[in-house]
């Protein structure tokens, strides 16, 4: 789906907040609301929760940590940072979020005390044009509520496994908060269902998924934190001539199990063919084209000796290929595949060996 830049950030609407919008029309519907007002309530809720993305993405940048982008869920955004923060400051970007939805909610009942009395509480069941203010700033209450829960994947969750890992290993703190994101989804479910409101099931869904995906993330960082890039990268590799031909490529295509081709020149690395623009290529300009006209020239690269628990955001974003390179020399490649193998090895217990080149 789309993606557009605030402040900077890209930011990209997953795929599955179509449901929401989809659910949000549904729901709108048959309501004592006229059609703006709906808009305008949806407009602002989105516009709380991006404020509430870029208050994170603000707190990364004080402590250096720059925000590589915002996804927005159904259940609300997702900032992938640069690096992983140390405790300290993860306790504080992950408070910012919520923090901004506090204000936004209090400033606006402050606002609504001192022009006129607010509207009670139980009125705002009944969505109307008078009350669409209080929904807003009802609505970044809840925001904010949900947030501080402690429990991943909420910012709470955060918090709370930065607070643990002053008593415990960063790995047990993780568990913990993970473990009471699964029990949190669980009981949010279950409750949902047996009083029928299926909203709280579609919450609790992803509530658990985003629990299991930072487990997830958070075992990946402890099997590769302290481990430099160079033990897990590819060494044996083929590369291209810069005047090779699609032809050429295809063909090292189907002789080996690589995806991605650097573009050479002598030893200086000049780009990057992916699998997909090799293709294409074949497809719109035939198999005599050279490969210099399809190859990527903003590829990632890594140095041997960085951490790979900290070029681990950096290859979910670019996915499939980054170039290890030192003093300006190609010296390897590391893939999503062979990440994931690496990943899979350490896990049953293989200890890596690390050449020193
Ligand atoms: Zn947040």
């Not at 179509?18 to 709906?38: A, D, E, H, K």
């Not at 305008?40 to 250096?64: D, N, Q, R």
């Not at 140390?86 to 606006?108: M, R």
């Amino acid at each position: 789906m789309g993606t557009f830049r605030l402040m900077g950030v890209p930011v990209r609407l997953h795929f599955t907040f179509v449901l929401l919008l989809i659910f949000l029309l549904v729901s709108g519907f048959g309501t004592n609301q006229s059609g703006w007002n709906y808009a305008v309530y949806v407009i602002a809720l989105f516009a709380s929760v991006l404020l509430h993305e870029l208050a994170h993405a603000w707190a990364g940048s004080h402590y250096g940590i720059n925000t590589l982008e915002i996804v927005m869920f159904p259940i609300g955004g997702v900032s992938r940072m640069q690096r992983t923060a140390k405790p300290q400051e993860e306790f504080w970007i992950a408070a910012s979020g919520p923090f901004v939805n506090l204000l936004i909610g209090f400033a606006l009942f402050a606002y609504l005390y001192a022009e006129r009395s607010i509207v009670a509480l139980p009125q705002l069941v009944e969505p109307t044009n008078a009350n669409l203010i209080e929904r807003i700033a009802f609505g970044n209450l809840i925001l904010a509520f949900f947030n501080f829960l402690p429990a991943f994947p909420m910012d709470g969750g955060r918090m709370l496994r930065a607070i643990l890992s002053r008593f415990k290993s960063e790995d047990e703190a993780t568990r913990i908060a993970a473990w009471a994101g699964r029990m949190l989804a669980i009981s949010m479910g279950l409750y949902g269902l047996l009083s029928s409101h299926f909203m709280l099931v579609f919450v609790a869904f992803f509530v658990y998924l985003g629990a299991a995906q930072e487990s997830a993330a958070a075992l990946g960082r402890s099997l590769t934190s302290g481990i430099p890039v160079r033990a897990a990268m590819l060494t044996d590799y083929k590369t291209l001539d810069h005047g090779s031909t699609i032809r050429d490529a295809a063909n090292l295509l189907l002789a080996t199990s690589q995806q991605d081709f650097p573009i050479m020149h002598a030893d200086q690395v000049l780009g990057l063919l992916h699998r997909n623009a090799l293709l294409r290529a074949m497809a719109s300009d035939g198999p005599d084209a050279y490969v210099a006209g399809f190859m990527d020239r903003d590829y990632t690269v890594l140095n041997p000796e960085m951490n790979l628990a900290d070029v681990l955001p950096v290859m979910a974003r670019s996915g499939s290929c980054a170039l290890v390179m030192q003093d300006d020399k190609l010296v390897g490649l590391l893939t999503a595949e062979n990440l994931s193998q690496f990943l899979l090895l350490r896990r049953f217990g293989m200890e890596p060996t690390i050449e020193r080149g």
